[in-house]
């Protein structure tokens, strides 16, 4: 099977992560993928930095180079700030590229957007890591909204501003120390306003929003304030009363109105971010069916970054089963084959036929010469529905969109959706074929 092939945007702390743990992680990528993941190429803005990544990777300054790569299937986009990162996702998304991005910036304020132009092209774009890094919060959401209402989130969502309220509080410490520290040791960037002005945590949180309400906010009426203005003071008398301060990101619906605020808070002990301390992110979900659930971990940093990256290529490959061209729903099979891209058609037979019948079987072939497209390659795949035969074709049609649907046992179709040629009158082969289906 062909390799998945990836590029990174950015090889910084987090691209470094990604391109590292691809290569410490290649046989679990492996068995969980079930092929390889290749990086082909890395986009960065400073040619001359010396770069820690094999030399056959093609290093370049100039997307446009990446974008000339054949054949890329996931892009990961781990660069800063909107632009130029927002065009270059459109462009990958354009070319037919899933993309799994960090950038929760760009996610705040074009999430929608790219969403839905991913959708247009068929594409997934994930962005786990975007929001709490390292914890599996985005999938968890998703998952908990099939069956719960999310009724409230609080959050503790910047791993930065979390270390320095809990270094101070601890060591007695003030703000401006603890902030050269955190800098030093590489959780708060050379400008950290994003993090102690509640900006990154604010990020998060709208694109939280746009998870669970599927609409943010206006950004004007959400309340933002960060750290910067706490003093050694407030943290002192707080520990007297047996509270901490945190950071809290909150985000609730009432009526109609999104209510969402960023704000340092203090929570008594019986509170579930009481013991969330240093770096670590803690999300706080109730919803109305499990009760209160905490996810708490590193919100942050390269490893844990890349992890969430990492995950989302396999939930991309996973949706996709054996191959990148087509995802799966629960009751049907799309494929959609673009340009030149060879056409794979997809026939549905009952799982009691096998391979030897299939190759068999020559009426889908002949049928199918009419219309210039023809069986380069035949193999058995097996759905979660427990049919499928795909039968790999290649053919000149353009935007050719084949999908099949769970089928009876007896049944044996193919459905083309849309497309230049074939109608579902020119290949359905139900029950005049002469396969045996058992
Ligand atoms: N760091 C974290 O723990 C973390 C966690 C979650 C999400 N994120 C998000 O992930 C993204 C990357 O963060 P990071 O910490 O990895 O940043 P970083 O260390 O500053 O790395 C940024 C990378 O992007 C490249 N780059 C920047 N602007 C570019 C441009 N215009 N064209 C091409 N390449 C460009 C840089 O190239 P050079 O190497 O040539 O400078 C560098 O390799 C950000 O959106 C951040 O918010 C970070």
Redesign the pocket.
């Known amino acids: 099977m062909k390799s998945i092939k990836v590029v990174l945007?950015?090889?910084?702390?987090?691209?470094?992560?990604v391109y590292e743990s691809i290569e410490s992680h290649r046989e679990k990528l492996i068995q969980a993928t079930g092929t390889e993941v290749e990086v082909v190429g890395v986009?960065?803005?400073?040619?001359m930095?010396t770069r820690d990544i094999h030399s056959a990777v093609k290093v370049t300054?100039e997307?446009s180079e990446l974008l000339a790569i054949e054949e890329i299937d996931i892009v990961f986009?781990?660069?800063?700030?909107i632009e130029?990162?927002h065009s270059y996702i459109k462009s990958f998304l354009e070319k037919g590229c899933h993309v799994i991005?960090?950038?929760?910036?760009?996610l705040a304020h074009k999430g929608k957007e790219l969403s839905s132009l991913a959708k247009k092209h068929d594409r997934i774009l994930a962005f786990e890591?975007?929001v709490a890094?390292g914890i599996p919060l985005l999938r968890t959401i998703i998952q908990l909204l099939q069956i719960n209402g999310i009724t409230k989130l609080e959050a503790i969502l910047n791993g930065t501003s979390n270390y320095i309220l809990t270094k101070m509080r601890k060591e007695k410490a003030d703000f401006d120390d603890v902030l050269i520290e955190a800098q030093a040791l590489g959780y708060a960037?050379a400008n950290p306003n994003n993090d102690i002005l509640g900006t990154?945590a604010f990020y998060k949180l709208m694109i939280l929003s746009d998870l669970v309400h599927q609409q943010q906010p206006d950004w004007e009426l959400v309340e933002k304030q960060g750290v910067n203005r706490v003093s050694l003071q407030d943290l002192i008398v707080g520990e007297k009363l047996g509270l901490r301060l945190k950071l809290v990101a909150s985000l609730q619906k009432s009526h109609t109105e999104i209510v969402a605020e960023v704000k340092p808070v203090f929570v008594s002990a019986s509170h579930p971010l009481y013991n969330v301390e240093g770096v670590d992110n803690g999300i706080v979900i109730t919803t109305d069916l499990v009760g209160t659930i905490l996810l708490q971990g590193p919100?942050?940093?390269?490893k844990?970054?890349a992890s969430a990256m990492i995950e989302d290529l396999v939930y991309i490959k996973q949706q996709g089963n054996q191959d990148l061209d087509f995802k799966r729903s629960s009751n049907h099979v799309e494929l959609l084959a673009e340009g030149e891209q060879p056409l794979s058609l997809w026939v549905a037979v009952s799982e009691a036929l096998n391979s030897e019948d299939l190759k068999n079987n020559y009426s889908i072939t002949s049928k199918l010469e009419d219309y210039n497209v023809k069986l380069i390659q035949r193999e058995l795949l097996k759905t979660e529905d427990g049919y499928i035969v795909g039968d790999f074709l290649q053919g000149k049609e353009e935007n050719v969109l084949l999908f099949l649907q769970q089928l009876k046992q007896d049944t044996l179709r193919f459905y083309p959706v849309s497309g230049t040629g074939l109608t579902l009158e020119n290949i359905t082969v139900e029950s005049p074929v002469k396969l045996t289906i058992k």
């Open positions: 945007l950015g090889l910084g702390t987090v691209g470094q992560g986009l960065v803005k400073n040619a930095k300054t997307v986009e781990a660069i800063v700030g130029p990162a991005s960090a950038n929760k910036e760009l890591a975007a890094g960037e990154d919100g942050a940093g390269s844990a970054t």
